[in-house]
Every structure is written in structure tokens, then in C-alpha cells.
């Protein structure tokens, strides 16, 4: 039973994985996307059904427009206010606050309508039409969001499709129960929806768990490319400088226009013939779910090879074209089948061709600016032309009067506009692909469309067979998963390449056509000078044979062949495939190659070149097959005594994520030839190893060095339990340490803009901060007394120029010191209010000249809060050091030390270079006071410490 269990999972997944690519671990991920997506569209098209049924119900027809603008001006104000919100909250929290909230607006609206409680009033309808809109913008676009988090590049590429379908499938599910409304009633609908979004909350929450337990580097730099970039640009100075964003802005509004123009005919011929609430809610719901499926239909069948064949310009007019069809049947045949065909050709020719066509056009937008351009027109351009068809409707239909079929006019007027726009933007789109290529501006990572429009495919064919070496590559990539036969004469020739990354990525491409076999070609490349090239050509050999006794022939082959860097690389190749081709990893023992292969390295020549490529290969081919019987061999190269071997065993062990490998890896922080790998490779562990970071940091007993390195890790990881990690340790005592602590938050900030920093515990850094600055400024300013009055601060301390010269040199020490405070002030500021600003600031405050200076102040002046202006404003505008003195003692209640307590308070400080200023200080004022003190010093770890307390110690005897 369990036998048959088992082979029934295997056979499960190889089935996922032969029809949607979808890969070991990625099931249960794929599923839960694609069931939640499923559910916020089921819901959408559901309540937009129950919305526009009950409108109709009780208001005239002619009191859409006005919704309509409503709709833009809420939209507008709302998707500012909570873009704004957002970069305060994680998205956790944010998504789960936002899906409960859902909740309980569809409960109080189902008990307001169940119980009919102001539900015939315009206000209620008014709001109820535009929360739906709300919800279709906000549900979707977090969805949207939450899969950069859940998904890879590579794994988007492959899996997007797979939950895509999801919001189709819930499209036209949605549309069809809309009948139960003939059954249970309108009302009730809701509360199916209200269970689908409980369904969603247990999905995210599940869906968030799982993406806590580590997530690859690619991952987190997809992250960053989603969360951070703010641009300081204005988008209608953008659109201003480019004819290409600017038609493609003029398209997307003219569109809306008439999709509003068109839908109000639509709604208003619906309420004419169907009387009945529920009848009509079934009606909404059964052609929404129709419009899916053409849209489906057009989508898989005819949008692909109408861009291939036509390009992009051509199947832009196919939307016009069919709603001015449309148009003209409601005016000639004003009857319900012409307002059914105008809404079917509108929705599924939007859904399909329309915005296949829409997200070309949006390829060639540099990475730089083209989500702040995409935002302005998704959620400005299309509100406010949502606004003018509204108005338009009104004048149209309470002031001139005129009737449904007449609207017809001004529809024909707007498609010529989009006509005249689709013209001028098919010559501006080729000329923006062309520099876009040119300068390698379109983003790789785009995961929405690939450049199948047909004009675009022949700039990117000639730059194939061209010489430039750079663009070629750059194509290569972008290309990497369209298939065409087209493509089969240039990666032939670019297989001979001189550039090896050609060579690899030709390759790549090459064995994802199923139809053209280049093996003779290929087999040359097997002894390719690089050994991914190497690599890339044995898959390619292994991917064309014929069965699996053939596969085992030729890797048979590349295992025991002469040359020992392609025996490398065929193994590496084995422990690359054996998970996708199971029956490989049962017939070539890894183990026992391994083992045979270490036996072997201690017969090579010690200093001979085979021996380290071979230690560093086995780590590569370790950290590729991801088997624990293979890891003892691993912990055996991370302590190889040879730098690049230890590297290459920290990123393999990086790979495998076993936990076991984590205190080896914290302890290679310490080795400055392998830190930089170990910092990844940790990172690469994800959330699982913040804990022991944490403990490490903690412990006063690992070297600094080590210490010093692991805030670094703990940035890349980008978690909500990072931030909190971090902002634990801001009370490190050594300052060094704590700099590097907050850099990292800083740089999370940055990278991770929607993760939530915990104000208040901010602020009391802060405070704590000035109040050290304080405490500084008055030793400074004691030291600065004794150094003016030629003397000691008491007079039964010696005098004498060494005194003197180490005053001086405590003085600077002291002023270094208030600097690094100071910048530790305006870091941790950048954590509370927006980083950008601050760090301009700061820039401003340490700038000579008065003017910047000046307006650095008034900015803060303006910015901060009371509480922290009051501290800060006088720190960073005073030139007088009484004037701060008196503002510590009033603020902090610090009193200006005498040289005893002053060097008592140094000796304290974990500022080590401060610390040996003072105890050469000590040295030269003989205080023998302190003398138990530098004794302990002596066997500091810090050579500085260590010597400078030495020379006191030796000065002191001197004087004895």
C-alpha cells in the first residue's frame, strides 16, 4: 500500500513537472498561488455581478456616469494612500490586514442588505459600486506582489503561466455561480465570496510560512528590483521627453474612455430588457464568465501567431476595430444581442490581444523608470480618463438628452483618435526596441512578455548576426524562452563563438528546441576550453538521445574519458540531472565516484594544477547534487587549506542548505580569502539561520572580525526577522560593531522598503545616541579647557609638552569620535523618515559651505519630530561647545568631568583607538590611579590596546 502510495506521488510529479514544468518543491507553492488568485477573481467577477445588479435595481441608468468618476476619484486617492502605507508595514502584515478587512466589509455589507438597512439609498449603492472597484485594484496587485516574493526569475518564467490560469479559471467559475442568485438570491452571493476570502487568509498564512524557510539569492534580488528604486523623476516630464510613452499614455486612455462609453450602453440596454434583480445578477455573471472564456480561447489561439505574423502595431487595431462594430450594431439594432456583442468584443479582445499588445509596447521602457511609468498610467492615466468618460456620459445624457444608441457618435469619434495613436506609436515602438537594445535597457527579469512581435524579431535576428558582443549575449538572454526554428542557423554559428558566455547561453537555447538536432556540432564543445560550455553540452547531448540506455552510454563515456576537466564536468553534469532523470542517479554512484576521486587526488602532483581543480570540482559537483550522504566529504574541503577550494565548499554548502554547515560557514567570516562566500552562502539559508547569527553576534568570545562580518549576512536575507534581529543588537557596546548593525538596517531599508522598522524603538536610539554625543562633547570639552589653560584640568598633575601633544591627540580622537556619532544620528534617522532625505541632510550638515548647511537645518527644522528636533536641531547648528554643554546638562543632567571621571569614562568606551589615546594620556600624566586598569588591558586581543597599554605600563615603572 505505502509502494503504490509512493509510486503514485512519483507519478504525480512527473506528471506536473511533463505538462507544466513544474519541479521538485515547487507543487505545493504553485497550488497555493493558483488556488488564491483563483479566489480573489472568483470573488471579483461575482461582486461585480451582485454590484451591478443591485445599481440597476434602484438607480437610473444615467447615475453611472457619476459612480464612474467617483470610481476615478477614489481610486486615485486611495491607491496613494496606501502606496504610502505600504512602505511602513511588511507585506505580511499588510496582505493579511488587508484580506481581514475584505472580510468584514463583505459581512457588514451582507447584513445590510440581508436585512435591508439603507440599501435602496444612493449612498450605500455609490459606496458598494466603488468598493468593488477597490477591491479588483488593491486584491490583485498584492497578489501580484506576493508572487515576487514566493517565486524565483527562473521559476516565474516557468510557473506564472501555471498561476495565471488560476485568475482565468476564477473568472469564469465566478461568472457562472452568479446564477445561484435565481436559487438563494443576490445578497447571499456574498457569502460566498466571504468564505473564499477566509480560504485566502489560511493560504497566505501557509504561503508565508512556507517562503519564511529560506529563499535563494535570486529571490532576493527580485525583491529588491520589486520593492526598492524610488525615482525622484516626474512622470508628465516623462511622458513629455518620450513620443513612445506618450502615445502609449494617450492609447490607454483613449481605450478606457471608450470601454466606459461602451459599458454604460451596455448596463443601460440590460436594465431596460431584464427587470428582474436576481435574473439580471445571473445574466452579469453568465456573460463575465463567457467574456473569460473568448478571452481564453483568443488568447491561447490566435493572439501568439497574430503577433508573430503582424507584429504588434497590426494587432493593436483588432480592439478598436471590434467595439466600433459593436458600436455600430447597438446604433443601427438597438437591442440586447448588439450590447452583448459590443461587451464580449470589448472585454475579451482587452484581455487578450489588446493587453499582450499594451505589455509589448511597455518592453522597450528602460528597467530605470519603467515601473514609476507603469504605475503613473495604470493608476492616474486610467482614473482620469475613468473621470472624463463620466463626464462625457453626463453632458451627453442629462444635458443634450440624447439616447443610448446615439452614445454610438462619440464612440466612432475616440476610435478614430486610437487609430490615428496605434499609426504613430508602430513607428516609435521599433525605433525604442532598437535603442533599448543598443543601450541594454529592457529588463531581463521581466517576466510577463517575450519580444514576439514580429518587426521586433527581426532587430533581434540582425543583431544575432552581428559582431557586437555585448548585444548578442544581452538578446540571448532576453530570448532565452521563446522557441523558433528561426533561431536554429544563428546558435549554430554562435556555438563558435570566442566568447564562452555566447557559447553557454547558444547552447541553453539550443537544447530547448525539440525539432532541430545539433549533436555533431555540439560534441566538439565538449572539450571546450570552459567548463560551463562543457556542461551545457553534455545536457544538450543527454536531452536529444533517444532512451535512457543511450543517456547511460554517452555519460558513460564523458565519466571515463582521458581528459580529466571533462570527466569534471560530466560529473558535475550527473549531479545536475540526476533529480530531473532519476534512473542516472541509481545506475552512477555519486558516493563511490566521490570516494574514488579523493583516493585518486593523493596520487597527483602536490603543486600540480589537476589537484586543486579536482578539490574544487567536487565541491561544485557536492553543492549540485544536494545528498547527504555526500556532506562529510563537503566539511572535508571547507577546511582544505587552499583558498579556492574553501570558497567554492562555502557556496556549495550554501546550495544545500543543511543546517549542519552553518558554524563551519560563520566560522570562515574570520578568513578573509573565503568571508565574502560564506556571507552568501549563509544568506542563502534564509530566515533558518538568523538564530545562530544572532547567538554569534551576541558572543564576546568570537573574534571581532568574525562579529563584525555577520550584519552583512543578515541584510541579504531581507526578512521581517531580520530587521528585528538588527535592531536587537543596536545596543552592541562595541561601536564598530554597531555602526555595521545599522549600515545593514540601512541597506534593508533600502533593498526591502515594505518591511516594518519599529519606530519607537528607533526613536530611543536615537535618544540614546544624542545622550552619548553628549557625554562625548563634554569630555571634548574638558580636554579642550586643559589644552587651552596650558595646564591640567587639576594642579597636582604634572604639566610638560608630552602631556600637552597626548591631549591633543585625545582632542582628535574625541572629534573623530562625535563624527561617527553623528552619523550614527542620521543613519538610525533614515530608519524612521525616508532614507534619501536623510542622507542628503547629513550630506548638507558635514558640508563647509554655510549656505547648504544652512538649509540642511531648516529642512530637519521642518521635518522631525518635537522631541527629536529639540536634541538634534542644536547638535548639528550649534558652532559653540558651551552652548551644547548647557543643553546636555539641562537635557541629560551631564555635568562637565574632571580628568579623573574623564578618563574614567574613556577607559570604558569600546572605541579602541579612543581607548589608546587615553591610555597614552595615562602614560604621560604617570596616573598611577588607573594602574589596575591598564593591567587588565595588557592581555587585550586588540594589538593597539595591547601595545599602548604596554607603554603605559612601562612608563609608569619609569617613574617608580
Known amino acids: 500500500m505505502l509502494c503504490r502510495h509512493y509510486h503514485n506521488r512519483k507519478h504525480m510529479k512527473n506528471l506536473l513537472q511533463k505538462l507544466f514544468d513544474i519541479r521538485e518543491g515547487e507543487a505545493t507553492r504553485t497550488l497555493l498561488m493558483f488556488f488564491y488568485i483563483f479566489a480573489v477573481i472568483f470573488c471579483l467577477v461575482m461582486l461585480k455581478s451582485v454590484r451591478e445588479s443591485l445599481f440597476l435595481a434602484s438607480l437610473a441608468v444615467n447615475e453611472l456616469p457619476i459612480v464612474f468618476i467617483l470610481v476615478a476619484l477614489t481610486a486615485a486617492v486611495v491607491t496613494t494612500v496606501y502606496s504610502r502605507f505600504s512602505r511602513k508595514v511588511s507585506l505580511n502584515i499588510l496582505m493579511r490586514s488587508t484580506v481581514i478587512l475584505i472580510i468584514i466589509s463583505l459581512i457588514i455589507f451582507w447584513l445590510l442588505l440581508t436585512f435591508n438597512i439603507s440599501v435602496q ?18 486584491a490583485t496587485s498584492q497578489f501580484w506582489i506576493l508572487t515576487n516574493y514566493v517565486f524565483n526569475a527562473r521559476q516565474a518564467k516557468r510557473l506564472l503561466g501555471v498561476v495565471g490560469a488560476g485568475a482565468i479559471s476564477g473568472g469564469i467559475f465566478g461568472g457562472y455561480l452568479a446564477n445561484l442568485a ?3 438570491g443576490t445578497e447571499n452571493l456574498l457569502l460566498i465570496c466571504i468564505g473564499l476570502m477566509v480560504v485566502c487568509l489560511i493560504i497566505l498564512q501557509a504561503v508565508w510560512k512556507m517562503r519564511e524557510h529560506g529563499e535563494s539569492s535570486d529571490a532576493r534580488q527580485r525583491k529588491r528590483q520589486s520593492q526598492s528604486g524610488e525615482t525622484s523623476s516626474n512622470p508628465f516630464k516623462l511622458l513629455k521627453s518620450s513620443r513612445h510613452l506618450l502615445y502609449l499614455a494617450g492609447i490607454v486612455c483613449v481605450s478606457v474612455i471608450v470601454a466606459n462609453l461602451v459599458d454604460y450602453q451596455y448596463k443601460a440596454m440590460v436594465k431596460e430588457l431584464i427587470t428582474d434583480k436576481d435574473e439580471r445578477t445571473a445574466f452579469f455573471g453568465f456573460w463575465l ?48 444581442w448588439a450590447a452583448i456583442f459590443v461587451k464580449v468584443a470589448d472585454g475579451s479582445l482587452k484581455q487578450s490581444v489588446n493587453k499582450s499588445g499594451i505589455e509589448l509596447l511597455a518592453l522597450p521602457i528602460p528597467s530605470s523608470i519603467k515601473p514609476q511609468v507603469k504605475s503613473f498610467i495604470d493608476v492616474f492615466v486610467d482614473s482620469f480618463a475613468t473621470g472624463i468618460g463620466g463626464v462625457l456620459l453626463i453632458v451627453m445624457t442629462t444635458v443634450f438628452n440624447i439616447g443610448i444608441g446615439t452614445i454610438s457618435y462619440l464612440v466612432f469619434g475616440f476610435i478614430a483618435i486610437w487609430i490615428i495613436l496605434i499609426i504613430n506609436i ?29 518587426s521586433v524579431f527581426e532587430s533581434c535576428l540582425k543583431v544575432l548576426d552581428g ?3 555585448r548585444q548578442i549575449l544581452y538578446i540571448l538572454n532576453l530570448l532565452e524562452n521563446v522557441e523558433s526554428d528561426r533561431f536554429i542557423p544563428y546558435l549554430e554559428r554562435l556555438m563558435g563563438h570566442n566568447s564562452a558566455d555566447i557559447r553557454r547561453q547558444a547552447l541553453k537555447m539550443a537544447t530547448r528546441n525539440r525539432s532541430a538536432n545539433l549533436s555533431e556540432q555540439v560534441e566538439s564543445l565538449v572539450a571546450d576550453k570552459n567548463q ?10 543527454l536531452q536529444k538521445a533517444k532512451n535512457s540506455e543511450q543517456r547511460r552510454t554517452i555519460l558513460q563515456g564523458y565519466l571515463d574519458h582521458d581528459d580529466y576537466r571533462v570527466r569534471a564536468a560530466a560529473l558535475l553534469c550527473t549531479a545536475r540531472i540526476s533529480a530531473e532523470i532519476p534512473e542516472l542517479r541509481k545506475v552512477f554512484n555519486l558516493r563511490e565516484r566521490i570516494e574514488s576521486i579523493l583516493k585518486s587526488i593523493r596520487e597527483l602532483p602536490q603543486e600540480g594544477p589537476q589537484r586543486r581543480f579536482t578539490r574544487v570540482n567536487l565541491a561544485k559537483t557536492i553543492g549540485e547534487a544536494r545528498l547527504p550522504e555526500l556532506y562529510p566529504y563537503l566539511h572535508i574541503l571547507l577546511n582544505d587549506p587552499d583558498a579556492l577550494v574553501r570558497q567554492q565548499a562555502a557556496t556549495s554548502a550554501g546550495q544545500t542548505r543543511a543546517m549542519e554547515f552553518v558554524p563551519v560557514l560563520i566560522s570562515l567570516l574570520n ?27 551576541h558572543d564576546l568570545r568570537e573574534p571581532r572580525q568574525l562579529r563584525l562580518n555577520i550584519p552583512r549576512v543578515i541584510d541579504k536575507i531581507g526578512t521581517q526577522k531580520s530587521v528585528d534581529t538588527l535592531i536587537r543588537n543596536l545596543k552592541q557596546d562595541d561601536l564598530l560593531i554597531r555602526f555595521q548593525v545599522l549600515k545593514a538596517l540601512n541597506r534593508l531599508r533600502k533593498n526591502y522598503p515594505m518591511l516594518n522598522f519599529e519606530e519607537q524603538t528607533i526613536e530611543r536610539q536615537i535618544l540614546d545616541e544624542s545622550r552619548n554625543y553628549m557625554e562625548i562633547l563634554t569630555v571634548l570639552y574638558a580636554q579642550q579647557k586643559a589644552v587651552e589653560n596650558g595646564k591640567p584640568v587639576t594642579s597636582e598633575q604634572p604639566r610638560g609638552t608630552k602631556v600637552q601633544d597626548a591631549r591633543k591627540l585625545l582632542i582628535k580622537a574625541l572629534e573623530e569620535k562625535l563624527d561617527k556619532n553623528l552619523e550614527r544620528i542620521f543613519r538610525l534617522l533614515g530608519l524612521k523618515y525616508t532614507a534619501r532625505d536623510m542622507f542628503n541632510a547629513y550630506l548638507g550638515i558635514v558640508s563647509r559651505k554655510q549656505d547648504v548647511r544652512a538649509n540642511a537645518v531648516e529642512f530637519l527644522d521642518n521635518i522631525l519630530d518635537t522631541n527629536l528636533k529639540r536634541l538634534i536641531i542644536p547638535i548639528i547648528e550649534s558652532g559653540s561647545v558651551e552652548t551644547l554643554v548647557e543643553i546636555g546638562k539641562g537635557e541629560f543632567d551631564i555635568d562637565v568631568p574632571n580628568e579623573k571621571e574623564c578618563i574614567k569614562r574613556l577607559l570604558k568606551n569600546h572605541d579602541d583607538w579612543l581607548k589608546a589615546c587615553t591610555l597614552f594620556l595615562i602614560a604621560e600624566l604617570k596616573a598611577d590611579t588607573f594602574l589596575n586598569a591598564i593591567g587588565s588591558m595588557v592581555n587585550s586581543r586588540e594589538p593597539i590596546i595591547k601595545e599602548t597599554a604596554e607603554y603605559a605600563l612601562r612608563s609608569m615603572e619609569m617613574t617608580d
Open 121 to 138: 439609498g444612493r449612498w450605500f449603492l455609490y459606496g458598494f459600486y466603488t468598493w468593488v472597484a477597490i477591491y479588483g485594484v488593491i
Open 182 to 184: 435565481k436559487i438563494y
Open 289 to 336: 464568465s463567457n467574456l473569460s472564456i473568448v478571452s481564453l480561447v483568443i488568447q491561447l489561439f490566435v493572439t501568439g501567431r497574430l503577433m508573430r505574423s503582424f507584429g504588434v502595431g497590426p494587432s493593436l487595431f483588432l480592439l478598436p476595430i471590434g467595439i466600433l462594430f459593436g458600436a455600430i450594431s447597438i446604433l443601427v439594432y438597438p437591442e440586447l
Open 426 to 454: 508602430r513607428r516609435e515602438y521599433v525605433q525604442a526596441f532598437r535603442t533599448a537594445i543598443e543601450k541594454r535597457t529592457i529588463d531581463l527579469e521581466d517576466q510577463v512578455v517575450t519580444p514576439q512581435d514580429a
Open 467 to 469: 559582431n557586437n558582443e
Open 532 to 541: 560551463d560550455v562543457q556542461i551545457e553540452a553534455i545536457y544538450y547531448l
Open 671 to 697: 578568513d578573509k580569502k573565503a568571508r565574502m562566500f560564506a556571507r552568501e552562502a549563509l544568506a542563502n539559508f534564509g530566515e533558518p539561520v538568523l538564530e545562530a547569527l544572532d547567538a554569534y553576534l
